[in-house]
């Protein structure tokens, strides 16, 4: 048997005044609470062992019946987890679902995940409470994305807010439990995982070839991990093994005279076991910050120069550094999910006003130079009447 797992993020830049707003806010009237229990303990685990901060995030959850996934009567389990980055200035909201029993050959599951991703990214039923739709507290919606949009409204009122959820990734995960290479599966079909990574319901009419021409090649630093990113963001295949787990655990006991708890992790939460998740929430968080300085590099008409050392050197894991070999798959996720386009056009954006900044500095330079010139022609004539009439006054 296989588990889908199912992560869908969104980054929004955020200041510490509407951090304190949103987080305390959604504490006070109830929406909010605490990372805690198994699904806290875990996330620890996580990020104690896979980064470092010198202003680790701060993490809340939606409270418990908030927030539901409907498929006709029935229902899938989730969590909304709210985050601020006081390193970056930023909230990421992170929905987990979880698709279980999805057993090996069987499509459904992959069909239901895709629609579920389809939801989350606004396509709506029409199916009445018989299709897939997002409940928030004791309202209906006909997309999760309407949900979740309420959610987002509901936590960050009074804040002034003008970005919303428009910078957004997933991560799919499928967790087994038998230790087998599992780029062997992609191999023989890749279509279904081509589909998951592109959110793509026709996935049965993809070519082989084309489907795994697109997925490329996989990144993994274990045998029994395979990751592929994709525009929409990373789909994962994750067979850690009992095996693997008693192994690390008596490797830890030896030196460190304990077992290391990030090992044993087999969460509900997609991409929280090799710090994917926490990559994708970065790349994200990288392109909302840069869409924040090309609209206000447009309507302030700023003139100070914008390097693109300057969102790289915010970015750079300075204040949260991650192992190198995750680090290799958060360089993939950057080219996949078309970072460096953006960069490109802050680049060409910063390049336009070093010209205009020089152009009009020239001018402003010329016009000085023009008017001192002329003062000075003016003194001198002066001067020289002076003279002239102090010399007939003498005589």
């Not at 919606?141 to 997933?170: N, Q």
């Not at 959110?199 to 395979?226: H, I, M, N, Q």
């Not at 992790?265 to 710090?275: N, P, Q, R, T, Y």
């Not at 993939?332 to 009009?360: H, K, N, P, W």
Request: aromatic residues 6%; contains cysteine.
């Amino acid at each position: 048997m296989t588990a889908l797992l199912l992560t869908f993020a969104w980054a929004v830049p955020l200041s510490e005044r509407e951090a304190g707003k949103v987080l305390d806010g959604g504490r006070d009237r109830g929406l909010l609470a605490h990372l805690d229990g198994k699904l806290g303990e875990e996330w620890t685990a996580a990020e104690n062992f896979l980064a470092s901060y010198t202003r680790p995030p701060r993490r809340r959850v939606l409270r418990k019946r908030r927030l539901s996934i409907r498929v006709g009567a029935a229902g899938l389990p989730c969590e909304l987890v709210v985050t601020w980055h006081p390193a970056y200035h930023a909230m990421t909201l992170v929905l987990a679902t979880t698709i279980s029993g999805a057993a090996e050959g069987h499509a459904a599951e992959f069909d239901l995940a895709i629609a579920v991703l389809q939801s989350l990214q606004g396509r709506e039923t029409s199916n009445g409470e018989n299709g897939l739709h997002g409940a928030y507290g004791e309202k209906t919606f006909p997309s999760l994305l309407k949900a979740v949009t309420h959610i987002f409204e509901d936590l960050t009122r009074g804040c002034g807010l003008t970005e919303g959820l428009s910078r957004k990734g997933w991560c799919v995960e499928l967790r087994s439990h038998d230790g087998h290479p599992p780029a062997q599966r992609v191999a023989a079909d890749p279509r279904p995982y081509y589909g998951l990574a592109t959110s793509d319901e026709g996935w049965r009419f993809v070519p082989r070839e084309v489907a795994r021409d697109a997925l490329g090649p996989s990144w993994g630093t274990r045998s029994f991990v395979a990751a592929y990113t994709m525009a929409g963001g990373i789909v994962c295949l994750n067979s850690k093994d009992s095996d693997y787990v008693e192994h690390q655990d008596e490797l830890m006991r030896g030196p460190f005279g304990a077992a290391e708890p990030y090992f044993a992790i087999d969460s509900e939460i997609g991409g929280l076991d090799h710090g994917m998740l926490f990559i994708l929430e970065r790349v994200l968080i990288r392109m909302a910050l840069a869409d924040q300085w090309l609209a206000s590099m447009k309507k302030s008409g700023s003139r100070t120069r914008l390097l693109r050392g300057s969102l790289d050197d915010i970015l750079e894991m300075l204040h949260s550094v991650l192992p190198p070999e995750i680090d290799s798959l958060e360089r993939r996720l950057v080219t996949s999910m078309g970072v460096e386009r953006i960069i490109a056009q802050l680049d060409r954006q910063a390049e336009a006003m070093d010209e205009e900044t020089r152009y009009a500095y020239e001018n402003t330079v010329s016009a000085r130079v023009t008017r001192l010139t002329v003062v000075t022609v003016v003194l001198t004539v002066v001067t020289i009447v002076l003279g002239v009439l102090q010399v007939v006054v003498s005589l």
